[in-house]
């Protein structure tokens, strides 16, 4: 019974074994653009338009790169690798694991920086919560309202932008939005916006610290919140929710701060040392209890 034991979880082993990426390219940084058109925030509606830059480099040479986009939410209509200003000669596939590999046909050179960028058509999750999804519920007069949240842990970034889908690979992350005008974007830090001529609204969101592709949220919604002053931690913080649900985040908008405060005299790391917001959305449809986000906690 032992031996058998043994022999499934080699199996078990060998099989996850397969499917992680090669330790051979490393991202630092990701730039992350993302276009969500109003159609998206209709009963039919399920696309959206994405750009993303990375930054990486090789350990060792290679005459191919391999990441992960989402085959069956992710359709790339360009990709480049640069180096020195230079488009080099590549092909790529994507395989039923998810893993875009890049083939050039020069050798890239170890411990060199290349820029890859990727422009791609994507497609709303409606028929499970992961990845970027929709969402939807009624408003306080009964008309029906859309959302489109996230819900990346554990494998699931790579539906909304190719990138190194595994915890192990941290970088930093440069997000901006675009999205109709009467709808407002949450992702994980601090954003400035700006009107664009075709009415939309242009959210451009501060860089974050290195972290795991499964960290990086963002929720548009027409929700509401409630902010309050955190002096102890020097930051201003937000719980957000559907209007009609306002008098049920008060608990959270008294609590949070001293549960935070106490956080940073317990590990004696000051939060702000690393995130300016520790943002609460409350989500209509969401398959966790909650999730652990950096500066955008959502939950049920």
Request: glycine share 4%; with cysteine; net charge negative.
């Amino acid at each position: 019974m032992t031996s058998w034991c043994f022999l499934f979880l080699a199996i078990i082993l060998h099989s996850c074994a397969a499917q992680r990426l090669p330790t051979v390219a490393y991202p630092s940084a990701y730039k992350v653009s993302l276009v969500i058109p109003e159609s998206s925030f209709t009963e039919k509606g399920d696309s959206f338009t994405g750009k993303v830059e990375i930054v990486l480099a090789l350990e060792e040479a290679s005459y191919s790169i391999e990441l992960h986009a989402g085959r069956d939410y992710l359709s790339i209509a360009t990709l480049q690798v640069i180096h020195d200003g230079t488009a080099l000669h590549t092909t790529f596939t994507v395989d039923e694991n998810d893993v875009l590999t890049i083939s050039a046909t020069q050798q890239l050179l170890a411990h060199t920086d290349y820029k890859l960028v990727v422009t791609y058509d994507g497609r709303l999750s409606t028929t499970d919560m992961n990845g970027i999804y929709k969402s939807s519920y009624e408003d306080g007069t009964g008309a029906k309202k859309y959302l489109v949240t996230t819900q990346f842990e554990s494998i699931y970034a790579r539906r909304t932008f190719p990138c190194f889908d595994e915890p192990s690979f941290k970088a930093t992350f440069t997000i901006d939005i675009t999205v109709p005008q009467k709808l407002n974007a949450m992702s994980n830090t601090l954003f400035t916006t700006s009107l664009l001529p075709d009415g939309t609204t242009h959210y451009q969101f501060e860089t974050t610290p290195k972290m795991s592709t499964y960290l990086i949220a963002f929720v548009i919604s027409e929700f509401t919140c409630s902010a309050w002053n955190m002096p102890e931690v020097n930051s201003v913080n937000k719980v957000c929710s559907r209007a009609q649900k306002e008098d049920t985040r008060r608990w959270a908008v008294e609590v949070s701060p001293k549960l935070l405060s106490s956080l940073n005299t317990y590990t004696g790391i000051p939060y702000t040392s690393s995130m300016k917001k520790v943002d609460q959305v409350a989500i209509p449809d969401f398959r966790s209890g909650a999730m652990e986000n950096w500066g955008l906690i959502t939950y049920r």
